[in-house]
């Protein structure tokens, strides 16, 4: 008798275990995430294209950098950066580190003649030089129609 008190209290239990109940859920956050979805949407809607830009930037994070400088001793790549900067204040220079070599890869380019471009015009100054097409920040765009 004890042992079927026992399973009945038991299949009971389970069957407590695995029910669902109907509950209300209560979503907590802050007010601005309201304002930066509504942000969000604005901008997808507002998207540039190549014929109607509603903005001066078009860009898309891909493009092209010219390799000054790679090597494994790293005062060599800052010098080498220094002396790029010193030629050229306005390029933006970038050094990175992938095992054993430095590199130092200048500019922000869209297309690759504008690399081509840089490139012909360092060639006097630094032996070798490699254009690289990567992920770049955007360009600014100077505005020709003043």
């Given at each position: 008798m004890m042992r079927i008190f026992l399973s009945i209290l038991f299949l009971f239990c389970?069957?407590?275990s695995f029910a669902q109940t109907k509950g209300e859920v209560t979503v907590i956050k802050d007010p601005l995430i309201d304002s930066l979805i509504a942000k969000r949407i604005e901008l997808n809607i507002k998207r540039p294209s190549a014929t109607n830009p509603t903005t001066p930037v078009i860009f898309n994070g891909m493009g092209y950098r010219v390799q000054v400088?790679?090597?494994s001793d790293r005062?060599?790549?800052f010098n080498e950066q220094s002396k790029?900067?010193?030629l050229y204040p306005k390029i933006m220079t970038y050094i990175s580190y992938k095992e054993p070599n430095y590199?130092?890869?200048v500019g922000d380019f869209r297309t690759r003649m504008e690399a081509q471009k840089l490139l012909?015009?360092?060639r006097a100054n630094f032996p070798t030089l490699f254009i690289f097409r990567?992920?770049?920040n955007a360009p600014d765009l100077e505005e020709t129609n003043k």
């Amino acid at each position: 008798m004890m042992r079927i008190f026992l399973s009945i209290l038991f299949l009971f239990c389970f069957q407590q275990s695995f029910a669902q109940t109907k509950g209300e859920v209560t979503v907590i956050k802050d007010p601005l995430i309201d304002s930066l979805i509504a942000k969000r949407i604005e901008l997808n809607i507002k998207r540039p294209s190549a014929t109607n830009p509603t903005t001066p930037v078009i860009f898309n994070g891909m493009g092209y950098r010219v390799q000054v400088f790679y090597g494994s001793d790293r005062r060599e790549a800052f010098n080498e950066q220094s002396k790029f900067r010193a030629l050229y204040p306005k390029i933006m220079t970038y050094i990175s580190y992938k095992e054993p070599n430095y590199y130092l890869r200048v500019g922000d380019f869209r297309t690759r003649m504008e690399a081509q471009k840089l490139l012909t015009e360092l060639r006097a100054n630094f032996p070798t030089l490699f254009i690289f097409r990567e992920k770049i920040n955007a360009p600014d765009l100077e505005e020709t129609n003043k």
